[in-house]
């Protein structure tokens, strides 16, 4: 039997040493599989965890890693804990390009629980910088947000059509 078999999974007493194991790892699908095990730990993580998200997010930084972290772990970690909305913001103002594209995105998947001062904040802080990934961030973050509140976020595109860069405008209007 497995360390990860279905019947261990249970028994690991402390699985973010496990995560940090399989993540200094080089291969890709060693973190997919540390993902995958946050996951399965949905149920025990504390708002102590936020500080392995932090490590795990400037460690081995990848976009698609990242992105899981933001939506699926940040986002419903700080759902759970709301003082960590602090550490969001921190995080924008990190030099840490991927960490401040989780402060963006981290509320990916709040709908109509997405708090619009940070988000609106966190948007503004980043809204000159010539980052691809960042620029990507703002757009996407602002698309997800318009199935929940499209006024918002036209007015928003609209306030700062002067300092948005056209990869976010563009991502923030697909759909309309």
Known sequence: MTLLSKDNLASISN??????????E???????LALGLI????KQWTANDIELMEWLVINKSC??????????????????????????????????MWIQRCSILYQLKYRMN?????????????I????FFLRKAI???????AKYNSKWVLDFVA??????SGLSTREALKHF
Request: glycine share 2%.
């Open 15 to 24: 699985w973010q040493e496990l995560v940090k194991e399989l993540w200094n």
């Open 26 to 32: 080089e291969e890709r699908e060693m973190h997919y």
């Open 39 to 42: 996951d399965k730990f949905k």
């Open 63 to 96: 976009w698609d890693s990242v992105d899981h972290l933001a939506a699926n772990v940040i986002g419903p970690l700080v759902l759970k804990y709301p003082e960590l909305h602090n550490d969001m913001i921190a995080w924008n103002k990190s030099e840490n």
């Open 114 to 126: 997405t708090r619009t001062d940070i988000l609106e904040s966190t948007i503004l802080n980043c």
């Open 128 to 131: 000159d910088s010539k980052e």
């Open 139 to 145: 757009g996407w973050s602002l698309r997800e947000y």
């Open 159 to 164: 306030q700062n059509k002067d300092q948005l």
